[in-house]
């Protein structure tokens, strides 16, 4: 069974950084996009980066310069690494796996990925 386990969440004050890490069950780039959403209470899921198997990356705009997702095939592991943290990006963090097709201009709707983590919580105070 697939499984994708996040990890490195926390609770760290406006500034701070954080590295969140995603390993997968299995061989990462089985699934052909990876990424990683974050969900706030009362909003809706939302795509922060996702990267693919041609090593594309995609950011939504307000993590641009501030977060950089990659992925380390020998471990399995998909990462985001979270400088100058703000409050406004406290959130449940998840990862998922697209084992369709590599990213493209779907890669933020939650109906692209197959296969989900359990989250991880991230908390930026200010």
């Known amino acids: 069974q697939v499984q994708l386990v996040e990890s490195g969440g926390g609770s760290v004050q406006a500034g701070g950084s954080l590295r969140l890490s995603c390993r997968t069950s299995?061989?990462?780039?089985?699934?052909?996009?990876v990424a990683w959403f974050r969900q706030a209470p009362g909003k809706e899921r939302e795509g922060v980066a996702a990267?693919?198997?041609?090593?594309?990356?995609h950011y939504t705009d307000s993590v641009k310069g501030r977060f950089t997702i990659s992925v380390d095939v020998a471990k399995n592991t998909l990462y985001l690494q979270m400088n100058n943290l703000k409050p406004e990006d406290t959130a449940m963090y998840f990862c998922a796996a697209n084992p369709w097709r590599a990213c493209d201009s779907t890669w933020a709707r939650t109906t692209a990925y197959g296969d989900w983590g359990q989250g991880t919580q991230v908390t930026v105070s200010s």
């Open positions: 299995g061989y990462v780039y089985n699934w052909y996009c």
């Open positions: 990267i693919d198997n041609l090593a594309t990356t």
